[in-house]
């Protein structure tokens, strides 16, 4: 018996001492994640800052990079905006720092757009006195995608719901220092490719229950020089995969109901590379240094798997419109008096499609099949109609007959939304928005 009591101790002895040496660098163990799974990797964008000086907020945007570098994003315009709150603007300089001052802590949408360069995702920004001493950043590091500001508003125009009973997004109260090592990680931007492809996570802005939650139903487009490579949708744990996606450098645009998110990143082979600091950086315009920000990619290892919090609605749609709106609205020339047109012109002129309040027209009729740029979102023939359901009869996205589903998607813009109900101009007509449409998957 004393023999047979011995062994148990001594098999429960080298179980505690070897579990923690069995755990990946660079992951840590919990006993709740969005995915289930016990072991749980950081975040792949950085999402979590706690600055040193209270309502001030520092960082730089920077654009992913073979070889775990990045590239400096000069004369990028910042924009923050919290629930029920007012937009902040900032501005990066050449070297691609920003200082953005009256931030308080709370959850944001941050935007950054510089020609041919988006960024979007959700920002938490906590305050020093109540993280009890946990370690996270006092500074950001805004990965960027190399996508034009334009496949974005598209995105949200067919793919966001135009309006959003959404509760705030909130901070957690406790358990910082177990948050800290759930989302703060020094693998910034680079993603791990596995079996031929890639596995990501898609959450929700803030905490619930001072856990990080999933976001299902979430378009997934993988993006390279300009062209959708890659669709998934997340599923009810926020999770998603995508195949046949060689390594090499890609953006990842989210959209849904619960939020937006974009950013750029590297996929790479599991192989490390070999480990190198980044401090340093290259003689010329700042604006094309590369850079190591604040002493992180040092080591240059990899995510196993793509995780990002999204920009919430409806504040991301708010912040996205007032950095991207910056055209005049399109008028029809010399026909129909010159006016600014909310529906197409049968005039002739070939102002075919709904026309947004920035002067880009959306095509109702448009066919493609999950592209943020080809179709998507509402479905023809009105909400649900048209004999096919979402997507509409015969079309896909805003195909299949019409109908209100084009420009209910152009009601998520808060710039349409002004300019259907101002009240001092009697030929604007208010959109009557059918409910939301689910995402649609590949």
């Known amino acids: 018996m004393r023999l047979l009591f011995a062994s148990w101790l001594f098999l429960l002895a080298s179980v505690c001492c070897l579990s ?27 999402q979590w800052v706690c600055p040193d000086e ?6 730089r945007v920077v654009l992913p990079s073979a070889n775990g570098d990045a590239k400096a994003v000069g004369n990028a315009a910042i924009a923050l905006r919290r629930y029920e709150g007012e937009t902040i603007h900032g501005q990066t300089n050449e070297a691609g720092e920003f200082r953005v001052e009256n931030v308080s802590s709370g959850v944001y949408s941050m ?35 190399n996508v034009d500001y334009t496949m974005v508003k598209t995105a949200i125009v067919r793919y966001v719901p135009p309006a959003s009973n959404q509760l705030a997004s ?7 220092d177990t948050l800290a090592k759930r989302v703060v990680s020094s693998e910034y931007f680079r993603v791990e490719r596995i079996n031929g492809g890639m596995k990501g996570v898609i959450m929700l802005a803030g905490t619930q229950e001072n856990d ?45 109901s619960a939020g937006v998110g974009l950013a750029g990143f590297e996929l790479t082979e599991a192989a490390p590379l070999e480990d190198q600091p980044l401090g340093q950086t290259t003689e010329g315009d700042p604006s094309e240094q590369l850079v190591g920000l604040f002493g992180r990619h040092l080591q240059r290892r990899h995510c196993h798997s793509f995780q990002m919090q999204v920009a919430p609605c409806p504040e991301v749609i708010q912040c996205v419109d007032e950095i ?27 102002a075919e499609g709904a026309i947004a309040a920035d002067g880009s027209i959306v095509d109702p009729f448009a066919g493609g099949f999950g592209d943020p740029l080809g179709a998507g979102g509402y479905g023809g023939g009105g909400y649900g109609g048209g004999g096919g359901g979402y997507g509409g009869g015969g079309g896909g996205g805003f195909g299949g007959g019409g109908g ?39």
């Open 111 to 145: 935007t950054a757009k510089a020609d041919g360069v988006f960024a979007c995702c959700a920002m938490h920004v906590l305050d020093v006195e109540k993280v009890d001493g946990a370690n996270f950043p006092n500074s950001v590091e805004l990965s960027a995608a």
């Open 212 to 256: 990080l939650a999933a976001a299902d139903l979430i378009n997934v487009f993988i993006v390279k020089d300009g062209e959708t490579v890659a669709r998934s949708v997340t599923d009810e744990e926020g999770e998603f995969q995508v195949n046949d996606l060689p390594a090499g450098e890609y953006s990842l645009l989210a959209v849904g």
């Open 20 to 46: 923690p040496a069995s755990a990946d660098v660079g992951e840590i163990q919990s006993d709740a994640s969005p995915t289930g799974a016990g072991v749980v990797t950081p975040l792949t964008l950085s």
């Open 170 to 176: 909130a901070l957690p109260d406790s358990h910082f």
């Open 324 to 350: 991207i709106v910056e055209e005049a609205p399109l008028v029809a020339g010399d026909c129909c008096g010159g006016e600014q047109m909310m529906d197409g012109c049968d005039c002739g002129c070939g």
């Open 404 to 442: 209100l589903g084009a420009l209910a998607g152009l009601a998520g813009i808060a710039g349409i939304i002004a300019a259907t109900s101002d009240d001092d101009d009697d030929d604007y007509r208010p959109i009557v928005v059918p409910p939301p449409a689910s995402p649609a998957s590949p």
């Open 54 to 59: 209270p309502g001030v907020l520092v960082g």
